[in-house]
């Protein structure tokens, strides 16, 4: 496992960076704390966005396939319209009567299964995931949390101690549960589902045994952060129903897959066939403003309501509000979840005939517009593994694309286009794509 809290960043003498962008980077170091971290060995400068494209400060723009953030594009003048159109009349927060939070509630909770029929808004991921947790332990009488072994939760105190994914550094919980996966392990398709439930129930005996019980397991359905891990759909089933059995829930975390990003479904935890007792929804919820949510069953938030306050200052704002319904406008409207699936298909095509020329492609796995391509050549250690996967990207950011690496190694290439990419885009980032593996393989 890579113990840097970030390979794909910029190290100071690593690059050659222009003089423009050197004496930023001073300015930056001497006023913003040691905590920040600029992407990519020669840093980017943007100073606009529209649609799939990212542009500098000299007008060479860069085809974005990496952020999920905007997922109906950079600067989407509908969603920019309302944003502005709400600030020009008022930004409120919940405790006053306002129709169009009404209204946008109503509209986001018809996109769930009917068990989940109540709403409360936050205002990033980190902040659904931390009260979702609260949620959880209050209706469980438990505290014990079982995660992924590279899971990525939030930023929060409570979310950063069951994210794995932050380093050593960043200690866990003593409450929490670490299970490994089936696809990382080894562990054939037709053995997963028994494999991961397996794993479930020996955290679960062992938070009983401590007198912890469990909460919650908390999982992102495609398991960004752990490399991707999408099949086969249902897997996690027996493992649900095992947490269920002793007491716990389950938190699907949509921050990653949700709002269509699989193309299937609305929501990431639609591919395996459950309904979740808890979703929590963040980034690409108002298109880049802040803005998210908890989305559960009634019982669990009647439970909460009746013990604790949750108000939270600009959580469902009006500007928010606005935002968010735009989104969920054009998603529905334009049939965006069809279009991820034709180009899905189309890219899986394209890395599919690279890998079978290329021996430094291996594993191609996705869920939609949401795509793990393993990297390194047969026999290759970890080291060479993901040092040729960050030369890959860094290469990519040279030629005008984006994108970054994700699990354990850091090995495995992440790419999450915004949703409305079209045939042109696809074929922009195969033709990166397959230049930059040449590259990386001749050395």
């Known amino acids: 496992m890579s113990t840097d809290l970030m390979p794909n960043r910029y190290t100071p003498g690593e690059a050659e960076v222009p003089e423009r962008e050197a004496e930023l980077i001073?300015?930056?170091?001497?006023?913003?704390?040691?905590?920040?971290?600029?992407?990519?060995?020669?840093?980017v400068h943007f100073v606009r966005g529209e649609g799939m494209w990212l542009y500098d400060p000299d007008g060479r723009r860069y085809l974005d396939f990496y952020n999920n953030v905007p997922c109906v594009g950079h600067c989407?003048?509908?969603v920019n319209a309302a944003m502005a159109k709400q600030a020009g009349l008022i930004n409120a927060n919940t405790r006053y009567l306002e129709p169009k939070l009404v209204n946008y509630a109503e509209r986001l909770i018809a996109t769930f299964p009917s068990e989940l029929d109540r709403v409360v808004f936050t205002c990033t991921g980190s902040e659904s995931?931390?009260?979702?947790?609260?949620?959880?332990?209050?209706a469980s009488g438990n505290d014990?949390?079982?995660?992924?072994?590279?899971?990525?939760?939030?930023?929060?105190?409570?979310?950063?101690?069951?994210?794995?994914?932050?380093?050593?550094?960043?200690?866990?919980?003593?409450?929490?549960?670490?299970v490994r996966l089936p696809g990382p392990a080894g562990v054939p398709p037709s053995e997963a589902a028994a494999f991961f439930e397996a794993e479930v129930r020996a955290a679960i005996t062992d938070l009983n045994r401590r007198g912890t019980g469990v909460a919650a397991l908390l999982i992102?359905?495609?398991f960004s952060s752990d490399g991707v891990w999408v099949d086969p759909a249902g897997f996690i089933a027996g493992a649900v129903a095992a947490v269920r059995e002793a007491g716990g829930l389950l938190i699907a975390d949509e921050v990653q897959p949700g709002f269509g990003r699989t193309g299937a479904h609305m929501w990431g935890f639609e591919r395996h066939g459950i309904a979740p007792d808890l979703a929590t929804l963040g980034k690409p919820m108002g298109n880049g403003f802040p803005i998210g949510a908890v989305v559960g069953r009634k019982a669990h938030m009647d439970h909460f309501g009746a013990t604790a306050r949750y108000s939270n200052t600009f959580a469902g704002n009006t500007i928010g509000i606005a935002c968010a319904d735009a989104v969920l406008t054009i998603l529905q409207r334009d049939k965006i979840l069809d279009r991820v699936l034709s180009m899905a298909d189309r890219m899986r095509a394209g890395l599919e005939s690279l890998a079978a020329k290329s021996a430094g492609i291996g594993e191609i796995r996705n869920a939609g517009l949401f795509f793990g391509v393993d990297i390194g050549l047969p026999d290759s250690g970890a080291a060479e593994r993901r040092a040729m996967a960050l030369n890959i990207v860094n290469l990519m950011r040279d030629n005008g694309v984006l994108i970054s690496t994700t699990g354990s190694n850091e090995d495995t290439l992440k790419i999450r286009p915004p949703l409305i990419?079209?045939?042109?885009?696809?074929d922009r980032f195969l033709v990166a794509i397959e230049s930059a593996v040449n590259r990386a393989v001749d050395g």
Do not use: F, W
Request: proline letters at 5%.
């Open 26 to 43: 001073k300015r930056r170091d001497s006023v913003l704390a040691a905590s920040y971290r600029l992407q990519y060995r020669r840093p």
């Open 76 to 78: 989407h003048p509908e």
């Open 220 to 222: 992102d359905s495609i």
């Open 144 to 178: 014990g949390v079982i995660v992924s072994t590279y899971a990525y939760h939030g930023t929060s105190a409570a979310t950063s101690m069951v994210s794995p994914n932050l380093g050593d550094a960043v200690k866990l919980s003593p409450s929490v549960r670490m």
């Open 421 to 426: 990419c079209e045939e042109e885009h696809v």
């Open 129 to 138: 995931n931390d009260l979702a947790l609260r949620i959880a332990k209050l």
